[in-house]
């Protein structure tokens, strides 16, 4: 081993690193280069060290992360994430490409995982568990990355070793003063990498640290000579501050003393460590190893696994709430890849992104980002032109100073969409072997990005990926969204948002107690969560997931527990709102060729009894139960309309059975106003109720002696939100008039208490539809008397044409027909292209229908 200062020949090369620094990863290399260790130690945990040799596979590309988790609980897991410029990557790509062992040396992920569950203080250096913002997927109850990726409120790492705390270093409540020493209160936050700068004088910790180590190159002097110097501020600091006395750095610090001296016992050629700068210090200190052995006795141990995840650019940044991650990864990662001119390369990929997105980015667009990024760079006395003078250049020149597609660059290119990948031979549990089977048989690719996928099922291929993402749905692996389909409304058609997220890994180890393949864990799952729904709506969801899963095995059991569920449910609200899952269950069981026969008889036994139940339960209902059964009738009739007069032996005239309720409750006083008046609007919809007769109920509910609350509330159920109501009064004038009548003669002391329900009721008309009625309101009800008196049979409607309105679409077609022919005829088009006053009173066509006389 070459050593590189005087001190590396008093102990092991000591290398303190900020975590996803492409400054310090290219720092690391030239040391490692320059001394050739015989073992290079790194900060993780010393489980993983058979899962090495997988780095230096062809089809591992970062970033990644390690996995571990509890065998006997999935759930409890910790990530360490690496990215192709953490330091940590590339020591141990360094020791892989030159033959020489690489080791892990920090605290063992057994006792990482079981400190919290017996109440230890939680992840990885401190965190009592998976808080201050992130999720347990992507840390488990103690997560951590490489030397401190915890939670932001406690902290193991501060300094250039730890980025959990939106600030390079910050240590979470951690580098306290302990005992006697000089600092801040135990309680107060320290921030190392701001004492370093504020004494560098500068007020932002992140643009000192990029311009001391990241924006600077490694140079021709000594490679080691900046950790050496960044160890002495370090210890100056840590005698300053203190440790701040919390056990897990201590307990951390000491495992990782004792497997570097036993490395040291083994190699002859030196030892190379590769840790968080804030640790260098302790590494260094002397102690005893009884006193180090002392402090891990009796650590709580749990069983666990691990292996080599994929990971995403986007969770090493801290907006995805992971504790250690920074700000601009993918910044980061162009700087380390970047030979030379990074700058300029960088303006170049930000130029290219915007042409991509049609917007006029030239190469003089280019030029002179450049010039200004170097221009602000000198003014603000950086070595470099880093990301926020790229940023301004970019808002000022490319955006033209929008922050619009500057938020495209940000989320494109500065964060980035990079999906990890890993070799076939990772350890995996046999589910996850299984749906990777799958993701390859069906060309389903996992991807950071998210994209939509539109599935047409009645291809065997869509109709198998639509099966394999419900499954996954209903294990909990929420790899896709279900969407709504775009220009069909048919149920052959589905949408899906799929995007991959690497704590997914954690979800599919947590499946993997269901079953060995996805289909059997997917119908173990169903018929569990079968037997233990305590609602009846949740059971008919699982029949209708089952159908849309291809659980065949499943649905027998699941089918089985809603009838009897069924039976014994005396609530028509759960039997209304299980209703209409069983239909689209129905309906997706028909496009999937899939036997629904005992289906449709759970179903329309259930119809049955919510026809014998409806009207007593609608009565003397509150105004807000009053509303909610008003959405169970609109969702029964809906169901009805799609089962069918006879959708199963025995059931015989469903519609016509449902019709006949409907009528009694419009006929019941005890029924609240809005209920009444949706049953009349469906009966109207239906053709069993002519517009006379509806008109006339609308008369008798408006009359004087109705209470105005309870009319208004009528009329919200017949021209509410829901029904295109509005569409109703602007053809049918009868009924506005009504409306308009009652409504002018409400006492003003009643005025009041009903203008909610009525501007509840307007307010959702479309804007055109607002502006029809008013039209129709101003003109009062002699103009629209005078309209329709006569009467063509039509209401809203004149008898004769209307010249004027109907020639004025003439210009129009002449252009999309072409010009008349020779002699003055018409051109050849189809009917009702020629003028109003040749067309007659019974022409077809445009004049026939823009005729109508308001």
């Known amino acids: 081993m070459r050593q590189g200062n005087a001190d590396a020949a008093a102990g092991p090369l000591l290398l303190g690193v900020r975590h996803h620094g492409p400054g310090s990863a290219r720092a690391v290399r030239a040391a490692l280069e320059e001394v050739r260790p015989g073992v290079v130690l790194i900060e993780g945990p010393p489980e993983a060290d058979a899962?090495?040799?997988?780095?230096?596979?062809?089809?591992?590309?970062?970033?990644?992360?390690?996995?571990?988790?509890?065998?006997?609980?999935?759930?409890?897991?910790?990530?360490?994430?690496?990215?192709?410029?953490?330091?940590?990557?590339?020591?141990?790509?360094?020791?892989?490409?030159?033959?020489?062992?690489?080791?892990?040396?920090?605290?063992?992920?057994?006792?990482?995982?079981?400190?919290?569950?017996?109440?230890?203080?939680?992840?990885?250096?401190?965190?009592?568990?998976?808080?201050?913002?992130?999720?347990?997927?992507?840390?488990?109850?103690?997560?951590?990355?490489?030397?401190?990726?915890?939670?932001?409120?406690?902290?193991?790492?501060?300094?250039?070793?730890?980025?959990?705390?939106?600030?390079?270093?910050?240590?979470?409540?951690?580098?306290?003063?302990?005992?006697?020493?000089?600092?801040?209160?135990?309680?107060?936050?320290?921030?190392?990498?701001?004492?370093?700068?504020?004494?560098?004088?500068?007020?932002?910790?992140?643009?000192?640290?990029?311009?001391?180590?990241?924006?600077?190159?490694?140079?021709?002097?000594?490679?080691?000579?900046?950790?050496?110097?960044?160890?002495?501020?370090?210890?100056?600091?840590?005698?300053?501050?203190?440790?701040?006395?919390?056990?897990?750095?201590?307990?951390?610090?000491?495992?990782?003393?004792?497997?570097?001296?036993?490395?040291?016992?083994?190699?002859?050629?030196?030892?190379?460590?590769?840790?968080?700068?804030?640790?260098?210090?302790?590494?260094?200190r002397r102690t005893t190893v009884a006193a180090d052995r002392a402090l891990l006795k009796g650590l709580p141990?749990?069983?666990?696994?691990?292996?080599?995840?994929?990971?995403?650019?986007?969770?090493?940044?801290?907006?995805?709430?992971?504790?250690?991650?920074?700000?601009?990864?993918?910044?980061?990662?162009?700087?380390?890849?970047?030979?030379?001119r990074p700058v300029e390369r960088w303006l170049t990929e930000v130029a290219g992104l915007l042409r991509a997105e049609d917007r006029i980015v030239s190469s003089a667009h280019v030029i002179e980002a450049v010039r200004l990024a170097e221009t602000l760079a000198a003014l603000r006395g950086r070595p470099l032109a880093g990301l926020s003078e790229t940023t301004d250049a970019v808002r000022a020149v490319m955006c033209?100073?929008?922050?619009?597609?500057?938020?495209?660059?940000?989320?494109?290119?500065?964060?980035?969409?990079?999906?990890?990948?890993?070799?076939?031979?990772?350890?995996?549990?046999?589910?996850?072997?299984?749906?990777?089977?799958?993701?390859?048989?069906l060309r389903l690719k996992p991807e950071a990005a998210e994209r939509q996928l539109e599935l047409d099922l009645r291809k065997e291929t869509d109709a198998e990926r639509s099966r394999l993402l419900h499954r996954l749905r209903l294990l909990g692996i929420d790899w896709g969204e279900p969407g709504a389909s775009r220009g069909s409304t048919g149920t052959f058609r589905e949408t899906w948002r799929l995007r991959w997220d690497p704590e997914l890994s954690v979800r599919i180890a947590e499946a993997g107690v269901w079953g060995t393949t996805v289909a059997a864990a997917a119908t173990a799952k169903a018929e569990m969560d079968a037997v233990a729904a305590r609602g009846l709506d949740v059971v008919t969801g699982l029949?209708?997931?089952?159908?849309?899963a291809g659980l065949s095995e499943a649905l027998p059991t699941v089918m089985r527990i809603l009838s009897d569920r069924a039976a014994l449910d005396t609530d028509i609200g759960r039997l209304a709102r299980a209703l209409p899952a069983l239909v689209r269950a129905l309906r997706y069981g028909d496009v999937r060729g899939t036997d629904t026969v005992a289906l449709a008889g759970v179903a329309a036994g259930l119809a049955?009894?919510?026809?014998?139940?409806?009207?007593?339960?609608c009565t003397a209902l509150a105004p807000d139960a009053a509303e909610e059964m008003r959405s169970h009738v609109d969702a029964v009739h809906g169901a009805v309309g799609l089962l069918g007069?006879?959708?199963?032996?025995?059931?015989?005239?469903?519609?016509?059975r449902w019709h006949s309720v409907l009528r009694t409750l419009s006929a019941r006083d005890t029924v609240p106003g809005v209920v009444r008046g949706r049953s009349v609007r469906l009966l109207l919809d239906a053709g069993e109720v002519a517009g006379e007769e509806a008109a006339?109920?609308?008369?008798?509910?408006?009359?004087?002696?109705?209470?105005?609350?309870?009319?208004?509330?009528?009329?919200?159920?017949?021209?509410?939100?829901?029904?295109?109501?509005?569409?109703?009064?602007?053809?049918?004038?009868?009924?506005?008039?009504?409306?308009?009548?009652?409504?002018?003669?409400?006492?003003?002391?009643?005025?009041?208490?009903?203008?909610?329900?009525?501007?509840?009721t307007f307010s959702a008309y479309e804007p055109g539809v607002r502006r029809t009625i008013g039209e129709l309101v101003r003109r009062g009800p002699e103009a629209r008397g005078s309209a329709t008196a006569g009467g063509s049979g039509t209401a809203g409607f004149a008898t004769g044409l209307d010249t004027a309105r109907a020639d004025a679409v003439l210009p129009v077609l002449r252009l999309l027909l072409?010009?008349?022919?020779?002699?003055?005829?018409?051109?050849?088009?189809?009917?009702?292209?020629?003028?109003?006053?040749?067309?007659?009173?019974?022409?077809?066509?445009?004049?026939?229908?823009?005729?109508?006389?308001?």
């Open 645 to 656: 007069d006879s959708p199963a032996p025995g059931h015989a005239r469903l519609r016509a």
């Open 543 to 548: 029949a209708e997931v089952c159908l849309l």
């Open 696 to 760: 006339r109920l609308m008369g008798l509910v408006l009359s004087p002696g109705t209470p105005p609350a309870d009319a208004a509330a009528w009329i919200e159920g017949f021209v509410g939100r829901e029904s295109g109501g509005g569409l109703l009064l602007v053809h049918d004038e009868r009924l506005l008039g009504l409306v308009d009548a009652w409504l002018t003669g409400v006492p003003a002391e009643a005025f009041t208490d009903v203008l909610p329900l009525l501007r509840r």
């Open 51 to 284: 899962l090495i040799p997988l780095a230096a596979e062809e089809d591992m590309r970062p970033p990644v992360a390690l996995l571990a988790h509890a065998v006997d609980e999935p759930g409890r897991s910790a990530f360490w994430p690496l990215a192709e410029f953490s330091p940590e990557w590339i020591a141990i790509r360094w020791a892989l490409e030159h033959g020489i062992p690489a080791r892990f040396i920090d605290l063992p992920a057994t006792h990482t995982l079981a400190w919290e569950e017996d109440g230890g203080s939680g992840g990885e250096g401190g965190g009592p568990g998976p808080a201050g913002g992130v999720p347990d997927g992507e840390r488990g109850p103690g997560g951590t990355a490489p030397g401190g990726e915890d939670d932001p409120g406690t902290g193991d790492d501060p300094g250039p070793g730890d980025e959990r705390h939106g600030r390079a270093g910050d240590p979470g409540h951690g580098a306290a003063a302990d005992g006697g020493g000089a600092g801040p209160a135990a309680d107060v936050r320290f921030d190392p990498l701001g004492v370093l700068a504020q004494a560098a004088g500068y007020d932002d910790a992140e643009r000192w640290w990029e311009d001391v180590v990241e924006h600077r190159g490694v140079g021709k002097g000594d490679p080691v000579a900046p950790f050496t110097a960044l160890e002495e501020a370090m210890t100056a600091l840590r005698e300053e501050y203190g440790s701040g006395g919390h056990d897990r750095d201590l307990v951390r610090e000491a495992h990782m003393r004792l497997r570097i001296r036993a490395a040291r016992r083994e190699f002859e050629d030196g030892v190379a460590v590769v840790c968080g700068a804030w640790h260098v210090p302790a590494l260094r």
């Open 818 to 854: 072409g010009p008349d022919t020779e002699g003055g005829a018409p051109s050849a088009g189809p009917p009702g292209t020629v003028g109003a006053a040749e067309a007659g009173a019974g022409a077809p066509g445009v004049a026939g229908a823009t005729g109508a006389a308001r």
């Open 400 to 441: 033209e100073g929008s922050d619009v597609p500057l938020a495209l660059v940000r989320d494109r290119l500065v964060v980035g969409d990079v999906l990890g990948e890993v070799p076939a031979a990772a350890p995996a549990v046999p589910l996850q072997r299984d749906l990777a089977r799958i993701q390859r048989r």
């Open 301 to 340: 141990r749990v069983k666990t696994d691990m292996t080599w995840v994929p990971w995403t650019h986007r969770r090493l940044s801290r907006a995805s709430g992971y504790g250690a991650g920074i700000d601009s990864p993918g910044w980061y990662g162009h700087l380390f890849r970047a030979p030379d």
């Open 608 to 617: 049955e009894r919510v026809f014998v139940g409806l009207p007593p339960a």
